[in-house]
T-cell receptor, first 116, second 118 residues
């Protein structure tokens, strides 16, 4: 069984460019969570999506960040006009029903975003 | 809002010995879940153990066990017979379940860097 797939593993962007991070959940999982890990920090929740719906975006910055999980295809985390402070590791996790308490979230290997 | 505190930024232990990592949390909820995740140098997030708050019995998974003190809001991880492969960052995490009106997002502490020495 393929796990949660994130790509790219590493992404380098210059200030002002756009960054697109992709996450394909495990087969049979329809709930996706995005987390950000700054250097020397723990993971911080950003957004929780189900297919075609944003359920909880309380951790998303108000500007420049957006996320989607279309009916077909991977979930996308999009960062517009990137700045140095966006440099971080971005992790995606999936679960089959959103009831992670009984079915733990499975994490991808993360995308390390570096801003020049 | 819930918060998770790990007061030990770094710890070290000799191979085959036992080590305990501390975690405290703050919540007004009565029903919730607690987790320990391991992040080795490869940076993958690996679930180590989980505890349901309404269960009084401490969870165990092979060499890993927890000491869950609900009244004290403490959730420490004990690693017995430490192995070199246990070297990693360890994160404590809190989850408010859907049944309690949460979105089941994980709230993480800042982590403890554990080094197992040969």
């Amino acid at each position: 069984n393929a796990g949660v797939m994130q790509n790219p593993r590493h992404l380098v962007r210059r200030r002002g460019q756009e960054a697109r991070l992709r996450c394909s959940p495990m087969k049979g999982h329809s709930h996706v969570y995005w987390y950000r890990q700054l250097p020397e920090e723990g993971l911080k929740f950003m957004v929780y999506l189900q297919k075609e719906n944003i359920i909880d975006e309380s951790g998303m910055p108000k500007e420049r960040f957006s996320a989607e999980f279309p009916k077909e295809g991977p979930s996308i985390l999009r960062i517009q006009q990137v700045v140095r402070g966006d440099s971080a590791a971005y992790f995606c996790a999936s679960s089959p029903s959103g009831r992670g308490s009984n079915q733990p979230q499975h994490f991808g290997d993360g995308t390390r975003l570096s801003i020049l | 809002a819930q918060t998770v505190t790990q007061s030990q930024p770094e710890m070290s232990v000799q191979e085959a010995e036992t080590v305990t990592l501390s975690c405290t949390y703050d919540t007004s909820e009565n029903n919730y879940y607690l987790f320990w995740y391991k992040q080795p140098p490869s940076r993958q997030m690996i679930l180590v153990i989980r505890q349901e708050a309404y269960k009084q019995q401490n969870a165990t998974e092979n060499r890993f066990s927890v000491n869950f003190q609900k009244a004290a809001k403490s959730f420490s991880l004990k690693i017995s017979d430490s192995q070199l492969g246990d070297t990693a960052m360890y994160f404590c995490a809190f989850m408010k379940p859907l049944t309690q009106g949460g979105s089941e997002k994980l709230v993480f502490g800042k982590g403890t860097k554990l080094t197992v020495n040969p």
